[in-house]
């Protein structure tokens, strides 16, 4: 047992304060009846998007981006956030990726890691194997379950406190799983890997899993011990236009039952977790759902993802899942009409799962959609936020 501290109680009375006054959001996360269509916040990448919206001056968003941000979601009416993005819009100028460096998953000429050059599978190996194994072996003997409550409980405080009590934040980050590691490796050679080594691929998911559980037992204690939600969303990209990055096949064998045991206690202790969707994802849905989650956020229509469909999918307790859907940020958004973007809202909140729906875009939206939209989209929100209705399916 962890000895209570300022930060957990204050935690506690704030988070129990905050849900006290945003009941729509409260009633959507347990699926109960209620009138309004919450808002989850809408990570806008274009600067001067952000600075109308949020009333601000051209160039306070550079100048003040923590202000302008909040400024912009509370104007957007937004009631609930999950990962917090305030400085993400800098990484951007107001037409893209305007002064972004090569990356390693974006044309980078050599990657180097720890001194080892990955040019090849067998680099990605080598280096998992002399540098990797050992670090997650290492943090596992030495990981300080009272270190890591206090570090989750600090920052969820700090972050709801920023927010206001307006919107109610709810957990990102701080539940771990393993993960496919081609943002370390670049695509060409992890993948290479993945299929020529697949012992030593499951090797690593298995290490991950061993310091996810641990790092998961330490999020369900912050989660009781500081009154955090227990909704929270999963994000790591495992998919493209086609379908999953890899066979689901090898998914099967070599990442759920890893994955599974890494969230299996925190779905015990009631966590509702979701899955962000990018890409194709339609073969994990019900696997998904078969490990116990309770819904999806986001959604690449175009690439396959039926909406309609997967409304109608129930958690494995049989309830309605808890949806974040989101009007197409690669599609009717930069490229449609108002009347599209009015059509898309109408058709999510008429096709949705029930009480369990949030609405917001499907993800960034990135520079160079039109202003007419965006305020088409805002209004949207706005108008479903008051007056949509959402019943027990």
């Not at 943002?183 to 090797?203: C, D, H, Q, R, W």
Request: aromatic share 10%.
């Amino acid at each position: 047992m962890v000895p209570e501290s300022t930060t957990m109680n204050n935690g506690t009375e704030l988070f129990t304060k905050v849900r006290g006054k945003n009941k729509m959001v409260v009633d959507a996360i347990n699926l109960e009846r209620h009138k309004g269509i919450p808002t989850k916040t809408v990570n806008i990448m274009q600067h001067d998007h952000i600075e109308r919206i949020a009333g601000a001056a051209p160039g306070d968003y550079l100048r003040k981006p923590h202000e302008v941000y909040l400024a912009c979601q509370r104007n957007i009416g937004a009631c609930v956030l999950d990962q917090y993005l305030a400085e993400n819009p800098l990484t951007m100028g107001n037409k893209g990726y305007e002064y972004k460096e090569a990356t390693i998953t974006t044309g980078l000429d050599a990657i180097y890691k720890d001194g080892i050059l990955i040019d090849s599978p067998e680099a990605v190996i080598e280096h998992l194997e002399r540098v990797i194994f050992p670090k997650l072996q290492k943090d596992i003997r030495t990981f300080d379950e009272i270190f890591k409550i206090k570090e989750i409980l600090d920052r969820e405080c700090m972050l709801q406190e920023r927010i206001g009590d307006t919107i109610v934040k709810t957990g990102y980050s701080y539940f771990k799983f393993p993960t496919l590691h081609y943002t370390s490796y670049g695509y060409e050679n992890y993948f290479m890997a993945y299929a020529l080594y697949p012992e030593v691929i499951e090797k690593h998911f298995s290490l991950q899993a061993d310091y996810c559980i641990l790092n998961n037992a330490a999020a369900i204690k912050a989660t009781e011990q500081g009154g955090l939600s227990k909704l929270v969303r999963l994000d790591h990209d495992m998919a493209d236009s086609r379908g999953t990055l890899v066979s689901i096949e090898s998914l099967d064998k070599l990442w759920f039952p890893h994955f599974a045991r890494c969230i299996n206690p925190a779905v015990a202790s009631g966590i509702k977790f979701i899955w962000h969707c990018d890409g194709n994802l339609t073969l994990m849905l019900p696997r998904l759902l078969n490990i116990g989650l309770k819904g999806f956020q986001g959604f690449q229509y175009e690439d396959g993802m039926d909406y309609i469909k997967i409304c109608k999918m129930k958690t494995l307790d049989n309830e309605p899942l808890i949806i974040w859907a989101g009007v197409s940020v690669t599609r009717t958004l930069p490229t449609g009409k108002p009347d599209d973007v009015k059509r898309e809202m109408k058709f999510l909140v008429e096709n949705g799962p029930g009480p369990g729906l949030f609405l917001s875009a499907s993800s960034s939206v990135t520079p160079g959609v039109p202003w007419d939209n965006m305020e088409t989209f805002i209004e949207g929100l706005k108008y479903y936020k008051k007056y949509g209705e959402c019943s027990v399916s």
